[in-house]
């Protein structure tokens, strides 16, 4: 069964940084897109990064040059960065997966089949 456990949220102040690990030991591939998503209060999910099975990485122009996305396929886990946080980052994170092929642009969370629980980042002083 795919799973996918994210952790690592918390509460940190503007300026601050988090790291957010997700680990996905169901996945008996690598050949799989992986990113990350957010939903902040009374908003729609929004896309935050993927990367590829080859470690390509795309990112949203709102956190491009402060976040960074990785993945270790050998240990099946994908990592979010986050430097320089700012309030309105905010929101429930959540990291998903689909399997390398599968139609869609990396940012329609409706492509992904698979998804955690979330875990909640909070910036605020």
């Known amino acids: 069964q795919v799973q996918l456990v994210e952790s690592g949220g918390g509460l940190v102040q503007p300026g601050g940084s988090l790291r957010l690990p997700c680990t996905a030991p169901?996945?008996?591939?690598?050949?799989?897109?992986m990113g990350w998503f957010r939903q902040a209060a009374g908003k729609e999910r929004e896309a935050v990064a993927s990367?590829?099975?080859?470690?390509?990485?795309v990112y949203a122009d709102s956190v491009k040059g402060r976040f960074t996305i990785s993945r270790d396929n050998a240990k099946r886990t994908l990592t979010l960065q986050m430097d320089s946080l700012k309030p309105e980052d905010t929101a429930m994170y959540y990291c998903?997966?689909?399997?390398?092929?599968?139609?869609?642009?990396?940012?329609?969370?409706?492509?992904?089949?698979?998804w955690g629980q979330g875990t909640q980042v909070t910036v605020s002083s």
């Open positions: 998903a997966a689909r399997w390398s092929g599968v139609s869609g642009a990396w940012y329609s969370d409706v492509s992904y089949p698979y």
């Open positions: 169901g996945f008996t591939s690598n050949y799989c897109l």
């Open positions: 990367i590829d099975s080859a470690g390509r990485t």
